[in-house]
């Protein structure tokens, strides 16, 4: 029995440590990228040719970036001005590369967790007390 309590409390000072092993850059990078899928945060691309040192695309606004290694593709889904959505799909190869530019940045990107809810998915409910 005393084993089972000390191999108990080896397992849960194992993962306490591995818990506190979350630094707080970590916990910020996942909750900037979170932010940006969700088109919260404001962000530049600018796509360059290596070779000429030139401009080829540049776009600012709230967007979603997402990098496809197999067909070395940058998609970028940005929210226009009226609400409509664009989607953009460059190219990247050898001599054209991309800088993905954090504009707004987030205060409190800290934080653990945030709770949305979505006031049409919400079911009223009228209590009826009985008397």
Do not use: W
Not at 10 to 39: F, H, I, P, Q, T
Not at 64 to 73: C, D, F, G, H
Not at 90 to 109: H, L, P
């Amino acid at each position: 029995m005393k084993n089972k309590i000390k191999l108990l409390v080896v397992l849960v000072a194992s993962v306490s440590l591995l818990l506190a092993g979350c630094r707080k850059a970590d916990r910020v990078s996942y909750n900037l990228s979170r932010e940006a899928d969700d088109l919260n945060i404001t962000r530049k691309v600018t796509v360059i040719n290596s070779i000429t040192n030139k401009i080829l695309f540049q776009v600012t606004g709230n967007m979603s970036i997402e990098y496809n290694s197999e067909t070395k593709q940058l998609n970028v889904i940005a929210l226009g001005n009226k609400g409509e959505y664009k989607k953009h799909i460059i190219g990247i190869s050898d001599n054209v590369s991309y800088i993905v530019e954090d504009v707004t940045g987030v205060k409190g990107a800290d934080t653990k967790y945030r709770m949305y809810f979505n006031p049409d998915m919400v079911i009223p409910i009228d209590p009826k007390l009985s008397k």
